[in-house]
């Protein structure tokens, strides 16, 4: 048999002739490490001399040692598998390989040892390359799980780098990357310039220009000049380590289909194996036929009725959906989510930070009074030099140097009062103004005002970047049949309009608190179905969980990345409706596979049961079945293209 009939708990494939949930141990089987199969050439070297000795038993008389080489021609190749079946009797278990092993050993007790040989052999080599395509599906996951790097160069003081456990490097280390090398941690770029492969880690597939001050996540690759970096997180903090859990969660996690299918196999199965033994008594005690004619029809209906194809076809089916998503820069966090994500009607999604890129900037600058609009930019950014608050920012930018006022008073939530050169200043919002006495009625809505001792000197009005790739985004997910996108933002509501009729969203609601947000996920759900919310700060997080969906923006905020249930690792929002789509293509996949199974398997069974299906139909109906199925399954691992 293949190299994967062994009792392995970490394979989440549920192959039930393998797996065995009350066995927990560690595995260095090549399915898991993702090894190619050591005895491949072995195996077919079995499989070619079985089946030479099954065409030599025509040359051997009939009776004893006729069925003595058709035996060693089924043991050759079967003996795990009989082995395993043996041990599944002991324990009373109706899997794949007990069936199997009670089939072959019926088939050479009445006679028919020729059928019993062909049967070991075609399920053996039906084993084979299923196990090929599973472990080649797999891989796909688990080349995800393979981005974290154990080592890293550290720099304690000396000239020479010392290699040491990624483990025990500790935040604000200094270490080296030097070309051709993963970065072990996250970091902040102190010197060299080079450029970085982020497609592990972002799903972007052009490589990233890398200089002092650039900020590089754990599992990208340095492509080319050595850096000198400084570790920004711990190991466990880091982005790989983060990617490598959420896949491992992924992949244990199951869907709504796949628990019916291991419900419904417990229940199945126990019900054939009683309706075969039925098959095979009742009939010749009733007079119709004897008991070898029974016995063999029982067989064939033993052999078919396995469920090992739906088992394993479609968590292998879920598997590849994650492993499409992952490609297109996004990490669904278990298969139970694909259902929900395949029925998404409507997007809802964040503003700041999400559908723009949460960096503001200077938009237009408006003197009221007698003032020059660069005279009114440099004493904004003045009163607000120690502010951190992001409009602040913004002005400091817009303004380039500036001096330190004499005195700073700052006003919580509203702005700041400042002494310059002698004359007294506010800088900050409407309500700012208010309380000083001056009236903002007659003035635009402005991000904040600029007065003195006598009045308003005029206003500044900053704006938000729509990301790039934001209206590409929208017109993907109505070319998907969304047709709904709706926006929430505690921003202000002419902001909101903006964006609205920049990217076309099908509806928006304005200054919304946290809890605001929240309410009106679940309004929304009410009104079109099931949703997602795509967000990216640490106030989405309770809108990210009301979602059916939430998606959250890059691995920036833990609170919204373990809020959501799929992360947008490339911080790029077309990413949202590709994984819609993978989601799809991967539930239409898993239906095909259920009905063709079914359908196969039902004929069978009723052809078997009145005699007119061959005992290698059966082996058809289970193996054969099972590795179109497993193929199939492969095509929802395939990167879905943007109509």
């Known amino acids: 048999m293949s190299e994967h009939h062994h009792e392995c708990s970490c394979q989440e494939h549920e192959h039930h002739h393998h797996h065995h949930d009350e066995q927990e141990h560690s595995c260095s089987c090549t399915v898991c490490s993702g090894a190619e199969p050591k005895t491949g050439i072995r195996e077919i070297l079995f499989v070619g001399i079985s089946i030479i000795l099954t065409i030599a038993s025509f040359f051997v008389p009939e009776g004893w040692p006729r069925t003595i080489v058709l035996a060693a021609a089924a043991l050759l190749v079967g003996w795990k598998m009989f082995w395993e079946g043996i041990r599944g009797l002991f324990r009373f278990s109706l899997d794949e390989m007990t069936l199997m092993t009670i089939a072959v050993a019926a088939a050479f007790i009445i006679g028919e040892g020729f059928e019993g040989a062909m049967v070991t052999i075609l399920f053996h080599i039906g084993e084979y390359i299923e196990d090929r395509a599973v472990r080649s599906g797999r891989k796909r996951i688990d080349a995800l799980l393979s981005i974290v790097p154990e080592t890293a160069n550290l720099l304690d003081g000396s000239e020479t780098p010392q290699t040491v456990s990624a483990r025990k490097i500790k935040i604000g280390s200094k270490i080296l990357i030097r070309a051709g090398e993963r970065v072990p941690l996250d970091c902040e770029v102190l010197s060299g310039t080079s450029e970085a492969d982020t497609s592990a880690v972002t799903g972007e597939s052009q490589p990233a220009a890398v200089e002092p001050g650039s900020q590089l996540l754990s599992g990208m690759i340095n492509l080319s000049g050595a850096l000198t970096c400084r570790t920004t997180q711990d190991y466990h903090g880091s982005t790989a380590s983060k990617i490598a859990q959420l896949v491992r969660e992924a992949t244990q996690q199951k869907g709504k289909t796949e628990r019916f299918i291991t419900r ?55 598997y590849n959906v994650i492993s499409s998503a992952s490609r297109c820069g996004a990490l669904i966090k278990g298969s139970q989510h694909i259902e929900t994500l395949a029925a998404i009607q409507q997007v809802v999604l964040d503003k700041t930070g999400t559908l723009t890129t949460g960096k503001l900037k200077v938009s237009t600058v408006s003197p009221i009074s007698q003032i020059e609009p660069n005279e009114l930019l440099r004493l904004a950014a003045i009163c607000e030099s120690a502010s951190v608050h992001p409009i602040a920012q913004a002005v400091r930018e817009a303004a380039g140097t500036v001096p330190q006022p004499e005195s700073a008073e700052d006003v919580p939530g509203k702005g700041v009062k400042a002494v310059i050169s002698g004359t007294r200043y506010l800088c900050g919002s409407a309500k700012l103004m208010e309380e000083a006495g001056f009236s903002t009625a007659s003035l635009p809505h402005a991000s904040l005002y600029l007065a003195n001792e006598t009045g308003i000197l005029g206003c500044i009005q900053t704006s938000d970047k729509i990301r790039p790739e934001a209206q590409q985004a929208m017109k993907d997910l109505q070319n998907i049949g969304v047709t709904h996108t709706v926006m929430l933002t505690g921003d202000r509501i002419d902001a909101a309009r903006t964006v609205q009729d920049e990217l076309g ?34 106030n989405d997080g309770p809108v990210l969980a009301a979602a059916d969906i939430g998606f959250a923006m890059g691995m920036g905020s833990d609170l919204a990345a373990q809020a959501a249930d799929v992360v947008l690792m490339s911080n790029n929002l077309c990413s949202v409706s590709r994984t819609i789509q993978a989601a799809r293509k991967g539930l239409r996949v898993a239906r095909q596979n259920l009905i063709f199974i079914l359908l196969i398997k039902a004929i069978v069974l009723v052809l078997g049961a009145l005699g007119y299906a061959p005992m290698w139909s059966a082996v058809f109906a289970d193996v054969g079945v099972c590795v179109l199925t497993v193929l199939n399954s492969m095509r929802a691992g395939i990167v879905p293209k943007t109509k």
């Open 505 to 538: 969203l099908s509806d928006i609601r304005a200054e919304l608190l946290p809890q605001d947000k929240v309410s009106a996920m679940k309004e929304l759900r009410k009104l079109h179905g099931i949703s997602a919310f795509v967000g990216d700060g640490i």
């Open 264 to 318: 419904f196999s417990k229940i199945y199965t126990p019900i054939v194996v009683a309706l075969a033994l039925l098959l095979a008594v009742i009939p010749p005690l009733a007079g119709i036929g004897s008991f070898s004619v029974w016995v063999h029809r029982a067989l064939i209906f033993l052999v078919a009725s396995c469920p090992c194809a739906l088992v394993i076809s479609i968590p292998m089916t879920f």
